[in-house]
């Protein structure tokens, strides 16, 4: 083992799932619940990996809008997800080939056009005796094979359920990627600082976070995963609109629950699988579930037009990556002149 990293655990799933397809699917789950003005409280749900459930106890404070500074907003959680996933990436790439980094940082970006549109990038920053051609070959590991950066990258259609006495199903499409003449206005970055395994610390605007992946993903389980950062960024961003301020102590408050799935084939094998979160569903409780009235529905209408976390996990995002190696900027190849991201060649899994 080298890095906390379980290269042959990893290994073994690779060919336990690659033989079983069912024991492949890993569902997700997360709720948020109002908890003070402007701010709720997120807790994640247990996992389902094939047949096995496993136990998530795990709470995310998220705010709604410019209060509560001292939680993540839920562009926020998308840059923690965004960060730590690529920093799994690439450790387990690295550890592969034998190289221990002193430091892996990753910092992600968001930028934001005065129309809504949202730019993604990361820079990675690796210290250590690390050689150049390794550090690529992690680069192009995160692209290929990391399930944030592709959740990013490609096109997701959320689906929402309002349940009320008449429930009302709604569908948001993604938009176009974006182009590249738009005019940024808005920039989100975060600090990513790798731990140990899959454990990384988080900064976002001063706020801290941590995030780890479970023990049956070869995680230490000491704080939520990345998948659940972006589930939580959703229901967060979701419930603001539906339900901005606390309910009086002792009244009903509105609740959103966020699910979604992995096919673990895809990040974690070699074969041709779908690699991002999929079949993302977005469930709103309002505070009163027997009126039938359009008003919980508009929310979520008002949330698929304007809300710019559900933008960034909905929307397909040319993601841009950057290399610094020991201080020093280290050119990386484009994805489509780069063959390592070829799915179709072995990989390690990130």
Same mark, same amino acid.
């Given at each position: 083992?080298?890095? @906390? ?6 290994? =073994? ?29 997120? *807790? ?18 998220? !705010? /709604? ?10 562009? @926020? ?18 550890? @592969?080939?034998? +190289? ?30 690390? %050689? &150049?051609? #390794? ?7 995160? *692209? &290929?094979? +990391?399930?944030? #950066? !592709? ?5 997701? @259609? ?7 006495a008449r429930d009302v199903h709604l569908? =948001? ?8 003449? !738009? ?24 706020? #801290?976070?941590? =995030? ?44 959103? #629950? ?10 974690? =094998? ?21 009126r039938d009235d359009e008003s919980a ?6 949330? /698929? ?5 559900? !933008? ?33 060649? %072995?990989?390690?899994?990130?």
């Amino acid at each position: 083992m080298l890095n @906390g990293v379980d290269l042959r655990a990893r290994r =073994s799933l690779a060919e336990q799932i690659a033989e079983d397809s069912w024991e492949a699917q890993l569902s997700i789950g997360v709720a948020a619940q109002a908890a003070a003005a402007g701010r709720c409280r997120v *807790r994640t749900e247990p996992m389902r990996l094939g047949s096995t459930r496993v136990a998530r106890a795990f709470g995310i404070d998220q !705010r /709604f809008g410019p209060g509560a500074a001292d939680c993540l907003d839920p562009v @926020g959680s998308v840059l923690v997800a965004l960060g730590a996933s690529v920093a799994d990436s690439v450790v387990t790439e690295l550890s @592969g080939r034998g +190289c221990g980094p002193a430091l892996l940082e990753v910092l992600p970006c968001a930028e934001f056009a005065a129309d809504g549109t949202g730019r993604l990038s990361y820079e990675i920053r690796l210290d250590g005796e690390v %050689p &150049a051609d #390794h550090a690529r070959r992690a680069v192009a590991a995160a *692209r &290929a094979r +990391c399930t944030a #950066h !592709r959740t990013l990258e490609e096109p997701n @259609g959320i689906k929402a359920v309002v349940q009320t006495a008449r429930d009302v199903h709604l569908a =948001s499409p993604p938009a176009a990627a974006d182009g590249p003449d !738009r005019t940024t206005v808005r920039r989100r970055t975060a600090r990513v600082l790798w731990e140990i395994g899959t454990h990384v610390l988080a900064e976002v605007d001063g706020v #801290h976070a941590e =995030s780890d992946q479970p023990k049956q993903l070869f995680g230490a389980d000491l704080a939520p995963s990345a998948q659940e950062y972006f589930l939580a960024a959703l229901a967060a961003e979701a419930l603001g609109f539906a339900d901005p301020r606390a309910a009086a102590p002792g009244a009903p408050a509105a609740s959103v #629950h966020a699910s979604g799935r992995i096919d673990l084939r895809g990040p974690y =094998s070699t074969q041709d699988a779908p690699v991002g979160l999929r079949d993302i569903l977005v469930q709103l409780l309002p505070a009163d579930p027997t009126r039938d009235d359009e008003s919980a529905p508009d929310a979520i209408r008002r949330w /698929f037009a304007g809300g710019d976390a559900l !933008r960034l996990v909905r929307d397909p995002h040319p993601i841009g990556a950057r290399l610094v190696l020991d201080g020093t900027p280290v050119p990386v190849p484009h994805p489509e002149n780069d063959r390592t991201t070829d799915t179709k060649e %072995p990989h390690r899994a990130p």
